[in-house]
């Protein structure tokens, strides 16, 4: 906050009335083991507009995703997003920090989630969708948990390497100190080795989890996986990315029962990671064990079309022990900006920016293998390649900085296997001349 306006006094009322003496005392409950004992190497005060200018010069220091070319993707993703986005999204109506607790009365911000939840259902090809979750991660999480309760008498989720390691991390965190099994399998050439997954699905298995493109970008066979997970009584839990369905085959077409994503590529900025939404999907027979809230449409008491929350399994509305999730909201003005970025692009739309993203990606991995370099994976892939690299990557990716590109994302750290490989995306923003200038600075 830019202006703390409590004195010593204030702060001296305000112990009083808790009835304590001190700060020190208020902390005590702190277990000792947790607490800062070393003071803190802060520089001496400085006065408001000493500080503002320090501050100022700090950020000058940061360079967004707009200052450079952009090639690093795992997970976010420097697509275009049309000026009318912001226009819609940036009205009073929506943007502000509300929101509908007294849900009804709020029919336009209803009516919103509404159309987002009928275009992610029109974009999965599933039956029903909530208002959205915090973000891909969690809402990948929160599909294991619902596979374990549709499921019943089950306690294993079987998750292939190749799924995004952070959102791997979030559903061990998930599901810590408690009587689930996590089960990882591995992925070869780029892809879930659907052999070892045959061997990990047992009569235990809630769902099997999949990526579809991957962490590699590569493409899974989503079919297989469903048909492994269907045959042993378990749900297949799909994480996408929603861009990829402008070309891509519907997971709910593929067998999906779950399916899940992040809607930052729809019409929200890099913004240094964040705020996102993820969005949630699935199939009817799974409603009532859905996370989150869903909005229904309705007719009042004239007949008058109306919006309202309904399902709402969640701890403020029913017992917490009977709750479905302790999440109890959602992203609603990340998910109003992915709606209007749907509706502004329209089918053929998403579907020229995903083989604009197709070809790109496609043509800077030929440029790239025409240097000698190999490419990781021999399997198809979207917008995002994996290329092994005669040095380390973090190497170039300092000297591509100079010269005021953003490169990929170094893979050495998610495994010892994935050493010297560097993970590339494309998206419809790059220009042929951008992707011409990397392969140059990395050729030198």
């Known amino acids: 906050m830019p202006y703390i306006p409590h004195t010593d006094a204030d702060r001296r009322a305000m112990l009083e009335a808790i009835g304590v003496a001190s700060v020190e005392e208020l902390l005590a409950p702190v277990p000792e083991a947790l607490r800062l004992r070393r003071p803190l190497a802060l520089p001496p005060p400085l006065s408001e507009p000493e500080l503002v200018g320090h501050l100022a010069r700090l950020a000058r220091g940061n360079r967004g995703a707009s200052e450079l070319v952009c090639f690093l993707g795992a997970g976010a993703y420097d697509h275009y997003v049309p000026a009318v986005v912001d226009h819609l999204a940036g009205r009073s109506e929506f943007l502000t920090a509300y929101t509908p607790y007294q849900a009804e009365i709020s029919q336009g911000v209803l009516q919103s989630i509404y159309e987002f939840q009928s275009l992610i259902c029109d974009l999965t090809g599933m039956e029903v969708a909530n208002a959205s979750m915090y973000d891909g991660a969690t809402a990948l999480a929160e599909a294991g948990f619902m596979a374990l309760r549709c499921t019943k008498q089950r306690n294993t989720l079987v998750i292939s390497r190749s799924v995004h390691p952070h959102a791997r991390q979030v559903l061990r965190t998930y599901a810590d100190g408690l009587d689930i099994r996590i089960r990882e399998v591995p992925f070869a050439d780029g892809t879930t080795d659907l052999e070892a997954l045959r061997k990990a699905v047992t009569s235990r298995t809630a769902a099997v989890i999949l990526q579809h493109p991957n962490f590699f970008g590569c493409l899974e066979d989503v079919r297989e ?43 929200t900025p890099l913004s240094y990671g964040g705020p996102y939404a993820g969005f949630f999907a699935s199939r009817t027979a799974f409603v009532r064990q859905m996370p989150g809230r869903i909005v229904g449409k309705t007719v009042d008491a004239e007949g008058n079309p109306g919006y309202v929350l309904t399902l709402q399994a969640r701890e403020q509305h029913i017992r917490r ?107 419809e923003k790059r220009t042929k001349e951008e992707m011409d200038r990397l392969v140059e600075a990395v050729g030198r």
């Open 225 to 267: 996986a469903a048909a492994l997970a269907h045959r042993a009584g378990a749900l297949l839990v799909v994480s996408v990315d929603p861009v990829s369905l402008g070309l891509l085959r519907r997971p709910g077409d593929l067998g999906a029962d779950i399916v899940v994503g992040e809607c930052q590529g729809l019409g």
């Open 321 to 427: 022990a009977r709750a479905t999730s302790n999440i109890c909201t959602n992203e609603a003005w990340i998910a109003l900006r992915a709606t209007v970025h749907l509706a502004v692009l329209g089918r053929e739309g998403l579907r020229e920016v995903a083989r604009l993203c197709l070809q790109k990606a496609h043509y800077l991995k030929d440029r790239l293998v025409a240097l000698g370099w190999q490419p990781a994976f021999s399997a198809p892939f979207f917008k995002e390649f994996a290329i092994k690299t005669p040095e380390p990557p973090a190497r170039l990716n300092r000297r591509l900085l100079k010269a005021g590109i953003l490169g990929g994302l170094d893979l050495g750290p998610y495994g010892r296997s994935l050493k010297h490989h560097w993970l590339l995306c494309v998206t």
